[in-house]
């Protein structure tokens, strides 16, 4: 243990958050922070569309349907009416199956967390759920989650110390279902203990073998925030010491000293963490590659090369982006879907051929394409020390076959923050979703979705949104 910061279980940080999530009013919210929020929202929701039909979701899908139970919420896009957990379980992992949900610089994942279960509990509220109060238990709940994350140093440290994965995510989806459902400071308190006590899965190795872990995950951590709120309900005690509280506290346990609890609760429901750095993906890929990918283009659109003419690509990332291009023998060689959604060689490899990278680059036949793979042997990326938990302003410089040579640094890719999606790219990243999704959904359903969306703060009940997302006839 290097890092000893020890204070009774009573007086540990989660209890101010749960305070915010419990007690934080629509109107305390910015502006800003709402648009952002909404933005989000629409960005996971069609992102939820396409994971619908992809990999594994199908599956899960049809294994809740077929574990049954009471009808208190809806699988989205297939149809399924199951118990409220269920349903969270299989839109936890629609909303994570192609990778291409938001990032936060410093909170990685945030918004395929908390949605899904959201969603899933508006049937068992107490009653209709407000976009108002909706987006308050959003914003609430996914600040819970950037901050702990933050706190933990979570981006530098998740590939090489193999801690909790992403643990913040759980917290971020039980704190959300917690204030959709009524609790109070002290009930949320208790359902953040349960959540923290019941995952630990090994970031890394959810990663390392190309397994579909990493979208699965979300799975159980929206079923774990329906039930630790629902089962706090019922009585159910869990730990309150999560973070520095003797002896269970996460803080106290990691392996390294630039950890910053201060993060947890500093101008505590006056800024709002969630804001700075969130990013939306325009591609279907590991974050981290996404600077790679953005340079790529816009030095082939930019100068207008032809990719056969192409002698080396040479890449500069940050040292948390080497899990992207470490080990060189898997990332180089990706076989599967998992594997090359987090090989930055072959995401690089496809930029230069196509001009992007979305979902039909995960094909199997294209990843395993003999041009691409010939492609990739020309690709070359080494970490820079003095970036270490980057995502972005990576250097891509490409020389051709006849000696010239083109470098670009892409500062912020589109999605990021400061270089943000609008509403219109939001409604063309759902169109271009809408195509693989498990059951076709009329056009009117989709654009009505996003009007929805933008206008949140006046739906009166969210089942709306359910029901835009939501086939004429289950799967």
Wanted: with cysteine; hydrophobic share 45%; glycine share 8%.
């Amino acid at each position: 243990m290097k890092h000893e910061n020890p204070v009774l279980p009573e007086h540990d940080p989660a209890g101010p958050l749960a305070k915010m999530v419990a007690e934080t009013r629509y109107q305390d919210i910015p502006v800003p922070v709402i648009d952002l929020a909404k933005r989000a929202i629409l960005d996971t929701l069609a992102v939820t569309v396409a994971g619908s039909g992809w990999e594994v979701c199908p599956a899960i899908a049809d294994q809740v349907a077929e574990w049954g139970g009471a009808p208190q919420a809806t699988v989205l896009i297939h149809g399924h009416q199951v118990p409220a957990p269920m349903a969270a379980f299989a839109n936890g992992v629609m909303a994570r199956a192609i990778d291409m949900g938001d990032v936060h610089e410093t909170g990685g994942h945030v918004t395929e967390w908390n949605v899904p279960a959201m969603l899933s509990v508006l049937g068992i509220a107490d009653g209709a759920v407000s976009g108002k109060d909706f987006l308050t238990a959003y914003v609430t709940g996914a600040e819970v989650g950037v901050r702990a994350s933050a706190a933990l140093n979570l981006v530098r440290y998740h590939t090489t110390w193999g801690m909790p994965g992403e643990w913040n995510g759980p917290l971020c989806a039980t704190a959300s279902v917690a204030r959709i459902l009524g609790l109070d400071a002290d009930e949320t308190w208790n359902a953040l203990g349960m959540a923290y006590t019941v995952h630990g899965m090994s970031e890394y190795n959810k990663y390392s073998e190309g397994t579909q872990m990493a979208r699965v995950q979300h799975s159980f951590a929206g079923d774990t925030a329906v039930k630790a709120v629902l089962l706090t309900r019922r009585g159910v005690t869990a730990p309150r010491g999560i973070f520095q509280g003797v002896p269970s506290g996460i803080l106290r346990h990691v392996a390294w000293d630039d950890v910053r609890p201060e993060l947890l609760t500093e101008d505590l429901g006056t800024h709002w963490q969630l804001a700075g750095g969130l990013s939306m993906k325009p591609y279907s890929a590991c974050k981290f590659t996404h600077s790679f990918i953005a340079s790529t283009v816009a030095i082939i659109q930019g100068e207008g090369l032809d990719w056969r003419d192409i002698d080396r690509i040479d890449c500069v990332g940050s040292t948390s982006a080497r899990m992207t291009f470490e080990p060189a023998a898997a990332k180089w060689n990706p076989r599967s879907v998992p594997e090359a959604m987090f090989s930055a060689p072959y995401t690089i490899a496809a930029a230069a051929m196509t001009g992007g990278f979305f979902l039909e680059d995960l094909h199997p036949d294209r990843i395993m394409n003999a041009e691409r793979r010939e492609l990739m042997r020309r690709v070359h990326i080494v970490a820079d020390p003095d970036h270490a938990d980057q995502f972005e302003g990576f250097t891509v410089a490409i020389t051709l076959s006849d000696g010239r040579r083109f470098t670009h640094v892409t500062p912020y890719v589109k999605g990021h923050t400061r270089n943000p999606m609008t509403w219109d790219d939001l409604a063309g990243k759902l169109r271009r979703c809408a195509p693989f999704a498990a059951v076709q959904l009329p056009a009117d359903k989709l654009d009505m979705l996003v009007g929805l969306c933008r206008d949140m703060e006046r739906i009166d009940d969210m089942r709306r949104i359910v029901d835009c997302l939501t086939p004429s006839h289950p799967a």
